[in-house]
């Protein structure tokens, strides 16, 4: 098993972790492959796990800490979100606890064909884990569960304060969930998803969002494909402007006191950031308003100023 780096939101230099530099930290190594949901004999334990790593670290002092904070990338960011209330319900009252999933904020939009292919791959993972029973009842009581793994439906629910880090041009989301190989029937999108200066016009607009005539004109001068395969604009726009209203779904429509709910939402071309020094707190790509991601979870936090930033300035996806 290789040796985990503790850089980022996990480094114990306050120099590179200003806001949580001296708390102790704990690394549950991903295991079941469905966000530690998974409860089937034999097979995959995931939820059984995280309660087991849970019991012991409480029996260590967990219990008496004043402050938590669960964090968690991709699959654990998603773990992060819907084991939130839980982790909250099994601390003290007295502490200060919050959840700030990375790159874990998936959603629920229509691929390149006009298809949710994603969406199978959500109903597999449930079904094979049999991740069902350990779903927010308040989110499976009311769609199909494999609508329960999209946080847009399952945030409005979570009493827990949540910051949410995410990239507009998630590049996880954009490959699997934007233009997956299915729905890809003439690998047309192969070498855009590597790299999008390989994109064509018209997959630039679907993942860029609705733009006017004149911010075009000028994407045509700063990118130099912009005008190749004219059959592709109208995609990678929608991408970005569908994941905006997903976000803005599921942080908007909370029962909860909207000031508990921060955001962090740059443009960065990548799938995860915070466990990665430069991105965390250091390269200037990453920031938004001048200020890096620790320092908006930091003041968060403690609570010093509550944070809702989304990316407005860039409109290309950006290499961080």
């Not at 097979?43 to 087991?52: D, E, Y």
């Not at 304060?161 to 997956?180: E, H, K, R, T």
């Amino acid at each position: 098993m290789n040796k985990f780096r503790f850089s980022g939101v996990f480094s114990k230099k306050q120099s590179q972790n200003p806001g949580f530099y001296n708390w102790n930290r704990v690394i549950m190594r991903y295991c079941d492959g469905a966000s530690f949901t998974g409860d089937v004999e034999k097979l995959t334990l995931g939820a059984r796990i995280f309660n087991a790593i849970m019991k012991e670290l409480l029996a260590k002092g967990l219990n008496h800490a004043s402050n938590a904070l669960l964090t968690g990338c991709s699959s654990g960011g998603l773990a992060a979100i819907l084991y939130c209330d839980k982790f909250r319900a099994m601390l003290p009252e007295t502490s200060r606890v919050k959840c700030v999933p990375d790159a874990g904020y998936f959603v629920h939009v229509k691929d390149i064909s006009g298809k949710y292919h994603f969406q199978k791959f959500f109903n597999k993972i449930i079904k094979l884990h049999n991740s069902k029973i350990n779903l927010p009842s308040s989110c499976t009581s009311k769609m199909k569960s494999g609508l329960c793994f999209y946080p847009q439906f399952i945030l409005p629910e979570i009493k827990t304060p949540v910051f949410v880090i995410n990239s507009a041009y998630d590049s996880y989301q954009v490959q699997n969930i934007l233009a997956p190989e299915e729905a890809d029937r003439y690998d047309s999108w192969s070498a855009c998803k590597l790299n999008t200066s390989n994109c064509s016009r018209t997959q630039l607009m679907k993942l860029y969002g609705h733009y006017s005539k004149r911010t075009l004109n000028a994407l045509c001068i700063v990118h130099p494909n912009i005008d190749r395969a004219s059959k592709i604009l109208v995609f990678f726009s929608d991408f970005r402007s569908d994941f905006i209203k997903a976000l803005r779904s599921g942080m908007g429509r909370s029962k909860f006191n909207s000031t508990s709910r921060g955001l962090f939402i740059n443009s960065c071309y990548s799938h995860c950031q915070t466990g990665f020094q430069a991105s965390w707190l250091g390269a200037a790509a990453s920031k938004l308003d001048n200020m890096a991601i620790a320092e908006v979870v930091s003041d968060w936090f403690y609570e010093r100023n509550t944070t809702q930033l989304i990316d407005h300035q860039h409109i290309m996806p950006q290499q961080c």
